[in-house]
Every structure is written in structure tokens, then in C-alpha cells.
């Protein structure tokens, strides 16, 4: 794995910062409800041009159990955030979706950061 430029961190950190605050300024107090690696998948979502993905890509990615994958996805099916579906090509496997409320979030974070590289 390529190791990130000093720059690239620092986006990365600023843009975390940045769900963190809209997140949080959505609906007071929702931040704390939300573990900590739910901002990298809603921006894992968010690569993808459908705004979807198989919830083991999410484990696969992130090197995360299923357990806490499946709490990290419920947790954001809570807050509106993403939806989830059984995969119709393979029942087995579950579709992670970024919402309209989620892609919202992520819009406006990478605009907020956008703005401040100016």
C-alpha cells in the first residue's frame, strides 16, 4: 500500500473534521452516537459513482469484523445516513447506499474543504 503524502493527510484530517462538524450540526449530540470509522465509509461510499457497495468490500477495506461492520451500517441506517439492501445478484451478500442525506453530507465536507485550499 502506498503510504500518503503529508498533504493528502492533512485533506484527509480536514475532511474529517468537516463530516464531523455538519454531521453534528444536522442534529445536535448525533455525532457521539456514531462510531468513528462511519465518516470513512460514507466517504468509501461516496467514491463509488452509485454511491453503493457490498458491506464486505466495507470489512474488506477497512480490515473490520462482520460484527462491527453490520453495528457501523445500522448505526448509520439510524441517522438516515445510508440504506441498505440484500444484493438481487446474490442474496447472501447485503448493498450498502450512500441517501440523499448522506450524500448531502459528503457534498458539503468536500465543498467545505474545497473552499479552504482555496
Known amino acids: 500500500m502506498r503510504r500518503p503524502t503529508p498533504e493528502a493527510v492533512d485533506d484527509l484530517?480536514?475532511?474529517?473534521?468537516?463530516?464531523?462538524?455538519?454531521?453534528?450540526?444536522?442534529?445536535?449530540g448525533t455525532g457521539s452516537r456514531l462510531p468513528v470509522h462511519a465518516d470513512v465509509f460514507m466517504v468509501f461510499l461516496a467514491q463509488h459513482a452509485s454511491g453503493t457497495a457490498k458491506m464486505q468490500e466495507l470489512r474488506a477495506e477497512?480490515?473490520?469484523?462482520?460484527?462491527?461492520?453490520?453495528?457501523?451500517?445500522?448505526?448509520?441506517?439510524?441517522?438516515?445516513?445510508?440504506?441498505?439492501?440484500?444484493?438481487?445478484?446474490q442474496r447472501k451478500w447485503t448493498l450498502v447506499r450512500l441517501t440523499t442525506k448522506g450524500r448531502r453530507i459528503v457534498d458539503e465536507a468536500l465543498g467545505a474543504l474545497?473552499?479552504?485550499k482555496g
Do not use: I, M, N
Not at 453495528?71 to 445510508?82: D, H, I
Open 62 to 89: 477497512f480490515s473490520l469484523g462482520q460484527s462491527r461492520t453490520s453495528r457501523t451500517c445500522s448505526a448509520l441506517v439510524r441517522e438516515g445516513l445510508v440504506e441498505t439492501t440484500p444484493d438481487p445478484s
Open 13 to 28: 484530517r480536514v475532511l474529517q473534521s468537516a463530516l464531523l462538524a455538519f454531521r453534528r450540526g444536522d442534529k445536535k
Open 114 to 116: 474545497r473552499a479552504l
